[in-house]
């Protein structure tokens, strides 16, 4: 069964003669495990529609599941929770707490999950992990941005989401940190069976992902996966 679903999904942003149609008809499905690149020209709709999966905001019409669970559904109290459980997201420009340090950062999400402690075994081997275990007691304005954007990746995946959303998580890095972050995100995805959503401007980066999901004025126009998946190999 997918992870995510959509289902003849529709959003439109404003009222009568302001109304803008951010995404039309898209209908999708994601399976666990894979590693999906969604690629488009600037406003055709990538970050409402990873806005959608992820609960941020509501489509106009259609549905959106996650793991068969629909998101409008769920009370804005389930949804939080469920949010926090299952969704990772990443930002391209990392929103990190600027009074917290590296270590306090990544533990955050936990630290709102009331009765869950902190694993900190777990949040050390993802520092470690991820190479910013000596810089733990930084704050975010002592490290560069790839060591941020790293940060912003622990922080993301220390629920051990199943699903991780990232909205241009290598837009503002140098070509040797984007290759690195990459790298990071694909060992996660294998090592912790996540499946991940990534928007990206950059093609060559797109095409390194199990599958490019292209989208144009609010349409899915193509979503060929490179791999069978388990459910069945239809494309989108
Ligand atoms: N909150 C909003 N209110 C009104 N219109 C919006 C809102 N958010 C997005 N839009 C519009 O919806 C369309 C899709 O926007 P979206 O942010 O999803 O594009 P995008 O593909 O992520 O673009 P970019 O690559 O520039 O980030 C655009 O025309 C945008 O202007
Ligand atoms: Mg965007």
Known sequence: MSILELQHVEKIY???ENQVHALRDVSLQVEEGEFAAIVGTSGSGKSTLLNLIGGL???TKGKVLVKSREIGSLSRKELTIFRRRNIGFVFQNYSLMPVLNVY???ALPVTFDRG???NHKYIEELLRELGIWEKRKKYPNELSGGQQQRVAIARAL???PHVLLCDEPTGNLDSATTIEVMGLLKASCRKYKQTILMVTHNEAI???????IHIEDGRIVTGNRRFPAKGGDDVC
């Open 14 to 16: 404003g009222e009568k």
């Open 206 to 212: 797109a095409q390194t992902c199990d599958r490019v």
């Open 116 to 118: 869950k402690h902190r």
């Open 104 to 106: 306090d950062n990544v």
């Open 57 to 59: 905001d509501n489509p």
């Open 158 to 160: 220390v629920n051990k």
